[in-house]
C-alpha cells in the first residue's frame, strides 16, 4: 500500500533532488511522445540532447543560448525571491535591445574603444527604464505586475517592428525588417575563432557572482528573502517596500537588457524582428529549475539551452517542427511543479496490513 | 430516546506528536459534557475525529452501539452529529438563508417554516435575509447552531464556542445549551476556560499531551482541581504589585483615526489616550474590534498623522516601524508565525528582524552574522529559550518558545516602550507564566507596556489602567482596580 505523508521540513537533498526527478521525467515523457510519432525513442532523444552538443561547435552554441537565459533568470531571481512576479522580462530585452541597437546605430561607421562600453550599458538602461513602468505603476498604483509586465512584452515587440521596418531600416537593405549591420566596434568580441561564443558569457557570469553575494551576504538580500516569505513580516520590520521593488524589478531589466544586446551585438549583428527565441519567457523556467540559487541557474540554463538546439538537430535530421523545443520546455516546467509536491510530501511504501 | 456516544481506543498520530493516544470516553444523552484541556492537549483532533474531518489511525466510534465510519464532514451528518466550529464556516455576503439553506436538500419552504420554528422554540431573534457579514458574532453562532439544529442532531459538538462572544452572549449560549440537553441532546463542550465548565457542565474530562487523564463529575471537583488535572502540575498564582504611581507621561495619542480600504477590517474612530512611564494600559476588546488596526498603528505600519503620536516628546505619527525603534520602541504583534517571526527562517535569522543602527547587524549593507549569532544566544539564554542551536528553524520552537524569543528580542534592547498583541494566545500554562512574568517585571523596571488582548482574565492580571474597544472606537480609561469582567463584558459588547 502506498501512503501519502506530510514532510516535517524539506530537506535541502530533496530541495535539489526534484529538479533532477523534473528532468528526468521529461526524457521519459518527451521518448514516450517520439515513439507514439513512430520514431525510436532513444534515438530520437539522442538526435535531441546529445548529437547537438557532441562536437566543439555544438557546445559552443549551447554557451550562446545559455548566456541570455542564464543572465535573465538571475534576474528574475531578484523578483522572484521577493515575492514580485515580474514575468515581461522578454520584454525588457527586446527594449533593451531597441536601446542599444540604436546607440550602435547611431556610432556607425565608426570606430573606437569606447563605443562597445557605451553600446552596452545602454542596453542596460534601457532594461531597466521598461521594468521600471510596472514596478512604478505596482508601487503607485497598485496595480498586477504580473499583468502589466507581460503586456509590456508585446508593446517592445511592436516598437521593435516598427523600427526595423520604418525609421531605422537599412536604407540599402531592398526594404528588408532590418537595421544596418553595427560596426565591428560595436559588437561583443568573439571568444574563438570560427565559433559563435563571445564575450557575453562574461557578463552572464559576473551576474551570478554578485547576485550570490547579494543574496547572502547583503542586508538587502536579507530583506528580500524576508519580503520573499512574507510581506506582513517586511512590514512589521520596518523594511521600505516600495523601494525594494523599484529596485529588484531595476536590477532585473538591467540583466534582461544585457541579454538582448549580447544577442544583437553578438550572434546577430543587427535589430531585426526575432532577436530573440523568447528567452525572456524561457527564463522564467530556468529560475525556477535552478530553485533561484545561481549556481542552480547556471546548470537550469544549459539543460534548457539543449531543448533549443535539439529541437533545431530534430528538424534537420526528423522532421519535426522545432516547436517540439518549446514542448520540451514545458514539460520541464510542468514535471518540476508536480515535483515540488514531494518537498512538502514524501511517499511511503507500507506493508498489507496483518 | 437515550443516545448513547462511545469513542473506543482512538489514537491519532502525527508526525513528532500524538495527538490522541488510545482515548476512550461515554457520553449519555441528558448531561452536557466538558473536555477540558490546554491547546494542544488533543481535544480538537478528538471532535474532528467525532465529526469526520479528520480519520483516526486506530480506535472506533459508536453510537448506540453501532459502529460509525466517519470518513467525512458528511458521514457525521448523516449520522446526526453536529459541530459548531469555534471558526465560523459561513458565507459572509450571502443571507442567513442561503447559508442555511446551502447544504440542505430539502424544499426551501419547508425549510423556512422548520427555521422559524425552531428560531421560535429557542428565541434566536435572527432576520433571515440579510447579510451574514451584518451580523453580530453571537448573531453568527447562532446561525451555525441552527444549521445543525436542523438536522435533527442526536449529538451536538461546540468547539471553543465562547471565544468571540461578550459575556452576555455567553450566557444565553449556556441557556440555549441547557435546554437542548434537557430535549435530550448530547452535548459535547469543548473549552480550556474552567470558570464555563463550573457553570455549564455536569461531566467533565481533562485531556493533557494527547492522553485522557480524568473523567469526573463536576460536583466533586472545583477551579483549581481541574486547573491542575490540566497543566499536571500546581500553579503559582502571579500577582502585580500595586503600580508607582508616576506622572511621567511617555507617550500621547491624539485625535487618532483611521479609514480603512478594506471592507473587512475596522475603522479606528478618534483614538485619545496616554500612557505614564511603568504603567501598563490594557486595551479589552472581543477580536475584530480594530485592535489589529490599532495595533499596526501604534508599531507604524500603517502611518498616521505626524502629530497624533507624541512619544517621548517627540511626534511620530509619521515613522515606519524601524525607525519608531530607534526611539525606544518595541512590538510583539499576535501572529507569531506569519508577523512576528518567519518558521522557515533559522532563529538567528529572525532575531535580525528587529533591527537597531546600534545593535550593528548589517553594516554598509553587509549582513554581520557573527553580531546576529553572539545577541541570539544572550536572548536565548537570557529569555529561557529552551534550545541552544541558534542555526535551528524557528519552526521547530514550540509555540511558547517562540514567543519567548519573539519577547526577548525585543525587550534585549531595552525599550521604554513595549506594545504587544495577544502575547499569550494559543500558550501552554507555563510559557504564559513566564511572559506574564516578564511582562511585570519590565514596569517593574519603569518601562511601559500597551497591552491589547482578548483574554480578559490575563488584562486584569497585568493592566494598570484598561480600556475597551468596541468598533473602532476606545471607552473612558479606567483605573484596573475599579473594573470586573463584568462591567468589561458589558463594555466589550458596545454598552456604556
Known amino acids: 500500500m502506498i ?176 537595421t544596418r549591420q553595427f560596426s565591428d566596434s560595436a559588437k561583443l568580441p568573439l571568444l574563438f575563432e570560427g565559433l559563435r561564443i563571445h564575450a557575453g558569457i562574461f557578463l552572464a557570469l559576473a551576474a551570478v557572482v554578485i547576485s550570490w553575494f547579494v543574496f547572502y551576504k547583503t542586508y538587502l538580500g536579507f530583506q528580500m528573502k524576508v519580503s520573499g516569505f512574507s510581506l506582513k513580516t517586511a512590514k512589521y520590520a520596518g523594511y521600505k517596500g516600495k523601494k525594494m521593488i523599484i529596485l529588484v524589478f531595476l536590477i532585473s531589466g538591467a540583466c534582461a537588457g544585457l541579454a538582448g544586446v549580447g544577442e544583437i551585438t553578438g550572434p546577430i549583428g543587427q535589430l531585426h524582428r526575432e532577436i530573440s527565441p523568447d528567452y525572456g519567457f524561457t527564463a522564467i523556467i530556468v529560475a525556477f529549475l535552478g530553485r533561484l540559487h545561481p549556481v542552480g541557474i547556471i546548470f537550469a540554463s544549459l539543460v534548457v539551452a539543449i531543448t533549443y538546439l535539439g529541437a533545431e538537430t530534430a528538424q534537420i535530421f526528423m522532421q519535426i517542427p522545432k516547436y517540439t523545443g518549446q514542448v520540451f520546455q514545458g514539460m520541464i516546467l510542468f514535471f518540476l511543479l508536480a515535483s515540488d509536491y514531494l518537498l512538502f510530501f514524501k511517499i511511503k511504501f507500507i506493508g498489507s496490513k496483518k | ?326 526611539y525606544l520602541m518595541a512590538f510583539s504583534p499576535e501572529d507569531r508565525l506569519e508577523q512576528a517571526a518567519i518558521p522557515q527562517m533559522k532563529i538567528f535569522e529572525n532575531v535580525a528582524l528587529n533591527n537597531f543602527k546600534s545593535s550593528n547587524f548589517f553594516n554598509n549593507g553587509l549582513i554581520n552574522e557573527n553580531k546576529i549569532k553572539e545577541h541570539s544566544k544572550k536572548i536565548i539564554s537570557d529569555f529561557n529559550v529552551n534550545t541552544d542551536n541558534i542555526e535551528l528553524k524557528s519552526q521547530f520552537l514550540s509555540g511558547g518558545n517562540l514567543q519567548k524569543l519573539i519577547i526577548g528580542r525585543e525587550l534585549i534592547t531595552s525599550p521604554d516602550l513595549l506594545i504587544c498583541f495577544n502575547p499569550t494566545w494559543g500558550l501552554d500554562v507555563g510559557a504564559i507564566n513566564y511572559i506574564h512574568e516578564t511582562l511585570i517585571k519590565i514596569n517593574d523596571q519603569n518601562k511601559s507596556i500597551i497591552l491589547i488582548s482578548t483574554d480578559t482574565d490575563e488584562l486584569l492580571k497585568l493592566s494598570d489602567k484598561i480600556s475597551v474597544i468596541h468598533k473602532g472606537k476606545l471607552s473612558k480609561i479606567m483605573n484596573a482596580e475599579e473594573v470586573t469582567s463584568e462591567k468589561l463584558g458589558i463594555l466589550m459588547g458596545g454598552a456604556n
Open chain 1, 3 to 178: 501512503k501519502i505523508v506530510k514532510r516535517d521540513q524539506p530537506s535541502k537533498a530533496i530541495f535539489f533532488f526534484t529538479p533532477v526527478l523534473a528532468i528526468f521525467l521529461t526524457l521519459v515523457a518527451g521518448g514516450l511522445i517520439f515513439f507514439i510519432l513512430g520514431f525510436k525513442p532513444f534515438e530520437a532523444l539522442k538526435f535531441f540532447f546529445i548529437i547537438p552538443i557532441a562536437d566543439k561547435y555544438g557546445f559552443s552554441e549551447l554557451l550562446l543560448k545559455a548566456t541570455p537565459l542564464c543572465l535573465i533568470a538571475i534576474g528574475l531571481s531578484f523578483c522572484f525571491k521577493s515575492n514580485n512576479w515580474n514575468i515581461g522580462a522578454e520584454g525588457q530585452l527586446t527594449f533593451g535591445a531597441i536601446v542599444s541597437g540604436g546607440v550602435a546605430l547611431l556610432f556607425y561607421e565608426q570606430e573606437g574603444f569606447y563605443i562597445l562600453p557605451i553600446v552596452i550599458l545602454a542596453g542596460a538602461i534601457g532594461g531597466m527604464l521598461y521594468a521600471s513602468i510596472p514596478a512604478i505603476l505596482k508601487t503607485y498604483f497598485n496595480t498586477n505586475e504580473i499583468l502589466v509586465s507581460l503586456m509590456l512584452v508585446y508593446v517592445s515587440k511592436l516598437i521593435l517592428d516598427y523600427l526595423v521596418v520604418g525609421p531605422w531600416s537599412n536604407p540599402e537593405g531592398f526594404n528588408f525588417p532590418e
Open chain 2, 1 to 326: 430516546m437515550n443516545t448513547n456516544l462511545k469513542i473506543s481506543n482512538v489514537t491519532k498520530i502525527y508526525p513528532g506528536c500524538v495527538a490522541n493516544d488510545n482515548v476512550s470516553l461515554e457520553f449519555n444523552s441528558g448531561k452536557i459534557y466538558a473536555l477540558l484541556g490546554e491547546n494542544g492537549a488533543g481535544k480538537s483532533t478528538l471532535v474532528k475525529i467525532l465529526s469526520g474531518v479528520i480519520i483516526p489511525d486506530e480506535g472506533k466510534i459508536y453510537l448506540n452501539e453501532n459502529n460509525l465510519n466517519l470518513n467525512s464532514p458528511s458521514d457525521a451528518k448523516k449520522n446526526d452529529i453536529g459541530m459548531v466550529f469555534q471558526h465560523f464556516n459561513l458565507f459572509e455576503t450571502l443571507s442567513v438563508f442561503e447559508n442555511l439553506i446551502i447544504d440542505s436538500d430539502e424544499q426551501r419552504e419547508s425549510l423556512r417554516e422548520k427555521i422559524d420554528l425552531i428560531m421560535k422554540k429557542y428565541n434566536f431573534p435572527i432576520d433571515l435575509d440579510i447579510p451574514v457579514l451584518n451580523l453580530s458574532a453571537g448573531q453568527k453562532q447562532k446561525v451555525e447552531i441552527i444549521r445543525c439544529l436542523i438536522r435533527n442532531p442526536k449529538v451536538l459538538i461546540m468547539d471553543e464556542p465562547t471565544s468571540v462572544l461578550t459575556e452576555q452572549e455567553t450566557s444565553e449560549l449556556f441557556l440555549s445549551l441547557k435546554k437542548f440537553s434537557e430535549e435530550g441532546i448530547l452535548i459535547i463542550y469543548i473549552t480550556h476556560k474552567l470558570k464555563e465548565v463550573m457553570k455549564l457542565c455536569d461531566e467533565v474530562a481533562v485531556m493533557r499531551r494527547g492522553k485522557l487523564v480524568s473523567v469526573s463529575e463536576i460536583k466533586n471537583e472545583n477551579i483549581e482541581s481541574l486547573a491542575n488535572k490540566m497543566v499536571g502540575q500546581n500553579l503559582k498564582t502571579i500577582k502585580k504589585k500595586k503600580a508607582k504611581t508616576s506622572s511621567d507621561q511617555l507617550i500621547k495619542i491624539t485625535n487618532l483615526n483611521f479609514t480603512s480600504d478594506d471592507p473587512f477590517e475596522t475603522n479606528l474612530m478618534d483614538i485619545n489616550f496616554s500612557v505614564n512611564r511603568g504603567e501598563c494600559l490594557g486595551i479589552a476588546g472581543i477580536s475584530g474590534n480594530g485592535q489589529s488596526e490599532l495595533f499596526q498603528v501604534l508599531s507604524g505600519e500603517i502611518i498616521s498623522e505626524k502629530k497624533s503620536i507624541e512619544f517621548n516628546n517627540n511626534y511620530i505619527g509619521d515613522l515606519n516601524p524601524q525607525e519608531r525603534r530607534e
